[in-house]
């Protein structure tokens, strides 16, 4: 249950930070919030996205569901601590918010810019923290 209200958490925050985003962005536009840290809004998606998602997308999509539940199958019973619990919920949050966003609009919208990586947004910081967290609370 944990993980679900984990998931549930991510997924609202995600969703409520790329409408914020793109009420009050413009595309490219910038928000500076110190030396490394700026909001900018990237929409990755559009032409190419619907052929993409169509084709190979939903294979991915669809081994991805696969090896994820066989994984849960086989080592389910590693992650049985309520942190390790929190963590997957989040990652699962995340991949959730993001595909909701592939199949409802067909894009997705990051804005957290580092600098020195590619832009990003919530959700996929909460999978790649939830799985780093999970891994690490493995016992």
């Given at each position: ?74 080592w389910g019973h590693l992650f049985q601590s309520q942190p390790a619990r929190i963590s997957i919920g989040m990652a699962i949050g995340g991949a959730t918010s993001n595909l909701f ?39």
């Amino acid at each position: 249950m944990i993980e679900l209200l984990a998931s549930a958490f991510v997924f609202t925050a995600d969703q409520f930070s790329k409408r914020i985003i793109l009420r009050n962005f413009s595309e490219q536009s910038c928000l500076s919030l110190g030396p490394r840290l700026k909001l900018r809004r990237v929409t990755h998606g559009k032409p190419s996205f619907k052929r993409t998602v169509n084709r190979v997308g939903m294979v991915a999509l669809w081994a991805c569901s696969v090896a994820g539940l066989a994984g849960t199958i086989r080592w389910g019973h590693l992650f049985q601590s309520q942190p390790a619990r929190i963590s997957i919920g989040m990652a699962i949050g995340g991949a959730t918010s993001n595909l909701f966003d592939c199949l409802r609009s067909q894009r997705v919208v990051d804005f957290i810019d580092l600098g020195f990586w590619r832009v990003f947004n919530l959700a996929d910081l909460a999978i790649v923290v939830g799985i780093g967290l999970a891994l690490v609370f493995l016992y």
